[in-house]
Each structure stands twice: as structure tokens, then as C-alpha cells.
């Protein structure tokens, strides 16, 4: 009798480790953001003191005494650059790093396009038009294109260690706030994080 043998496929193996590490950060991240909502959310109804929810009054004092507390400032730095920390040592296990950022680049756009109708529609002013995701895949499609011309190590270092050095003398981290509606006539300072504008606006530089 002959025997059929088959060769099963080669698993990629994952750091468990890398994943928990992520997926955590990125569950306080969410949980940030709802205590902001949570103490935001009145100036979005215009009846919430004549409606005087307890349960909404509870929420909205609990949020305010999360998100103004001087350990959740502390930590929101902490944790948002953790993510970025685990999303840049993932890159390094990634061979497909350009096709990671362009998809990544496509769900930013998304994200831009909605929040940016949500605020010139109802007056909400969430336009998100340089946040993490934008970040990131920027990042990841650089670090994609050095390796696709120059794979050597020793250059990515090379590289980070400019980016460094530019964001000592060229981010200004009190940076004025301009509207959504002069970034593309300030693009370049923009990017160089020398103006900000839109909510959960991240600098470029150093997060590259």
C-alpha cells in the first residue's frame, strides 16, 4: 500500500507576547478616548442640564475625573508611545511592510473623510487629519521603501538617529493651532509639526 504524504504550510509564528502587549495598549487608548467622550459628551446635547440623567451626570463626572487626572496625562504619553514602539518592532518581523502601510494609509483617509463630514455637517469638532493611523502608515511605508533599497540595519539606525536630530530643531512642541481648512496652504509646516490642527493631532516627527 503506498503512502501519500503531504507537506503542511508554513506558519508564520507569532510573538505573543508583541500581540498582548499591543492589543492592551491599544484597549487603554479606547478606554482614553471614552472617558473624553464621557466628559465632553454635554456640550454636545444642548438640553443636558434640563434633562439632569443621574446616570449621565455620573458618567460625566467620572470621565472629567479620569481624563483630568495628572496620572491619566502621564500615561496616555506612556501607552501611545508604547503602541508606537510595538507597531515599529512588528515592522521588523513584517516582509510586507509597503503593502501594510498602503492599506493602513487607506483606513486613515477613511477615518479623515468621515470625521471631517461628521464636523462641517453637525458642528462636532472630531476632524481627525494627522493621527495615529496617519502616523503610523507614513512610518511603515518609509521604513518599507528604505528596506526595498537599502536592507542593512545599520542604515534604518543611521536614519532614525537623523530624524532625531530634525525633531530637536524643527518641532515646535507649542505649535499654533490653525483650521482644518489651511493645512493644504500649510502643508509643509504642518507635517513638521510647526502648526496642528484637527483632534488627536500627532507629530510626524520623532513618532516616525
Known amino acids: 500500500m503506498k503512502h501519500k504524504f503531504y507537506l503542511s504550510p508554513i506558519r508564520k ?7 498582548f502587549l499591543r492589543g492592551f495598549a491599544v484597549l487603554l487608548m479606547i478606554l ?3 472617558m473624553f467622550d464621557f466628559m465632553d459628551y454635554p456640550s454636545w446635547v444642548s438640553n443636558f442640564s434640563q434633562v439632569n440623567n443621574s446616570i449621565f451626570n455620573a458618567l ?23 503602541f508606537i514602539l510595538i507597531s515599529g518592532i512588528s515592522s521588523t518581523f513584517s516582509h510586507s511592510n509597503l503593502d501594510r502601510g498602503l492599506k493602513l494609509s487607506f483606513v486613515a483617509i477613511m477615518l479623515t473623510l468621515v ?4 464636523q462641517t455637517t453637525i458642528g462636532l469638532e472630531i476632524g481627525i487629519y494627522m493621527g495615529i493611523l496617519h502616523v503610523l502608515a507614513i ?5 518599507g521603501l ?7 540595519k545599520w542604515v534604518d539606525l543611521a536614519i532614525a538617529i537623523v530624524f532625531a536630530v530634525l525633531t530637536y530643531f524643527i518641532v ?7 483650521s482644518p481648512d489651511s493645512i493644504m496652504n500649510n502643508l509643509g509646516d504642518f507635517l513638521l509639526g510647526r502648526v496642528i490642527s484637527g483632534a488627536d493631532y ?6 516616525i
Open 115 to 118: 470625521t471631517h463630514t461628521i
Open 60 to 82: 460625566n463626572n467620572f470621565g472629567t475625573m479620569i481624563f483630568t487626572s495628572s496620572w491619566r496625562l502621564a500615561g496616555h504619553y506612556i501607552f501611545a508611545s508604547l
Open 32 to 34: 482614553d478616548h471614552m
Open 139 to 143: 512610518a511603515i511605508i518609509l521604513y
Open 13 to 19: 509564528k507569532r510573538v505573543i507576547e508583541i500581540d
Open 172 to 178: 515646535d512642541w507649542n505649535a499654533r493651532y490653525i
Open 202 to 207: 500627532i507629530h510626524l516627527l520623532p513618532t
Open 146 to 152: 528604505v528596506d526595498l533599497l537599502i536592507d542593512n
